[in-house]
């Protein structure tokens, strides 16, 4: 009698135990296959949530209204091709709007990131279309030189014809061309050497470019072709001889 | 347990409390985990398609974003018309009217120029003309009326088409003015429903959908319209329906039509999240992007489905211009 008590009791028991476990393994089972999916759609949802953010400020753009505009462009564009379309309207953007900005995108050209860098000097290349710009020339050409001693930008491709083609020989530039050429990880380093040479024809950068070869710099071989601008045609193809068939 | 049981020697199973309480956690865990496996079962089957859906929304996204090709499915939005484009814009300086016979003369002389395009801009003259009856006197505006609708029989599809769209353009702005016309214009919009040129007949379906329930007497030969499949006009008679008669939804018709990919169906897909609950349109648009096995059409349906989540998202600002 008290026996068949402890049985239905220890019954009961197995019952909840069973009820318990079951529940636990099915819930295990489940999760392990749902875990790879709910990561899966919260990180799509999040890319679906900066894609539509994108699209409809693709969408509502209508130029540059305010200061805020400016920076949520500079910050939130994106891909390259949709900020470089809007950058070309800031040549157009009111009075207040331009004069309010043309100077903080000038401090932007000294920032640590380089997209803002980047995105700041395609915004001031715009900006000198407008005649409103005459008046931050000088400063425009300080910050250039600010520019030039951080690590290179998409933009110097333009930007470093266009010092050479203005014959700009302002002290900082020249400075921040020099820190640029002797950068063995920049790409530039070659170019920034070029104009270099021709914004001060006492710079020497033979030696440089010597140099460059010999560490095998991203752009060796195309200095290789510019060699006799810059020192004796027998030396250059010396050099030209020596590397040309090294890989 | 009794004297009697324990003088037998037999245990009798007694229920009490604790018993009752033993069962009923035993019915928790039993319902619990029932309710928990069929929520995982759900979200099982559910999450593959939210994935599907969402992958066809970041790609057609991205390829809006980059300003690449939308696809061979092209809106067809421009055929419904809004009030906004109806009126003249601040920038138009609209002349003052005398009399509505100085309307005519003007109208014939631009009827007149047969001279082909792309020197003939008669089209772009007429609307100008007909413009100026926006903003003309009571006592020029009333005789003007009849004058317009009689262009609405007029051989030319031009004349007719912009005929109609100033009608329209009258109805939203200058309603109570259009009072006394309205019967005869619903006549005029009824014949303008077999018009040899769908645009006309597009534009005079939704003059009567603005004009509503006093557009009755065109009710039957809508319904005509909106029953046959192969009508382009079909979804726009519906939605004037809708409007004229209480009893009737448009939205089942609509979605037939996109069901049965019908005459003009792209439209009906496309104007459906503007007369449906957000969600319930989300819902649909969801089932036929993953019903459809033609990438054009899922590319379509996602293209509308992330338009109408961007709208939840950003509710209160402009739209593109």
Known sequence: MIGNRYILRGLAV??????????GMDRIGWQRSLGPLE?????????????????????????????????????????????????????????????????????????????????????????????RFERYEADYLSGLAKLLQHHSIVGFNKLLPWLRDEGIDNQEILAGLHSRMMDDEDPFAPYAAYVLAALDPSVDIAPRLEEM??????????????????????????????????? | MSEADQRSGRWKFQFGLGWAAYWVLVCGLVLGWYRDHMQAANDLSRLPTEIVVMNQQIAVLTRQIEGLSQGTIYSRMSQRVRPEHLAPNANYKVHSLESADQLRQSLERIRKDTRPLPFNHSEVFFRLHLFQLYKSPEEVFQPAVPLVIGYLEAPEAMVRRESTRLLHGLVLHRRIHMQQHIPVLTDALTRRLSDPDDRVRIEAAQVLESIGVEAGSAAARLNEIAADDDDEVAVFAALAIDAIDPQYHAVPRLQELVETRAANWEFAAEWLPEIMLPSDAEQYLETQLMQTKIPEEGYFFARILSQLKRRQMFPDEKEAP
């Open chain 1, 14 to 23: 197995v019952l909840l135990l069973v009820l318990a476990i079951g529940w």
């Open chain 1, 39 to 131: 990561t899966e759609v919260t990180a799509k949802r999040q890319e679906l949530d900066v894609l539509q953010a994108r699209m409809h400020q693709k969408e509502t753009f209508d130029g540059f209204d305010s200061v805020e505009e400016v920076f949520s462009v500079i910050e939130n564009t994106y891909p390259e091709r949709v900020f470089e379309r809007q950058a070309q309207q800031f040549d157009a953007a009111d009075d207040a709007v331009f004069h309010a900005m043309v100077p903080q995108l000038i401090d932007m050209l000294d920032h640590n990131d380089p997209e803002k860098r980047q995105r700041a000097w395609r915004l001031l290349q715009n900006a000198r279309e407008s005649p």
């Open chain 1, 213 to 247: 070869i010999e560490q095998k710099h991203s752009q060796w071989r195309a200095i290789l072709h510019r060699l006799p601008g810059y020192m004796p045609q027998e030396k250059a193809d010396a050099l030209f001889e020596q590397y040309q068939d090294y890989r």
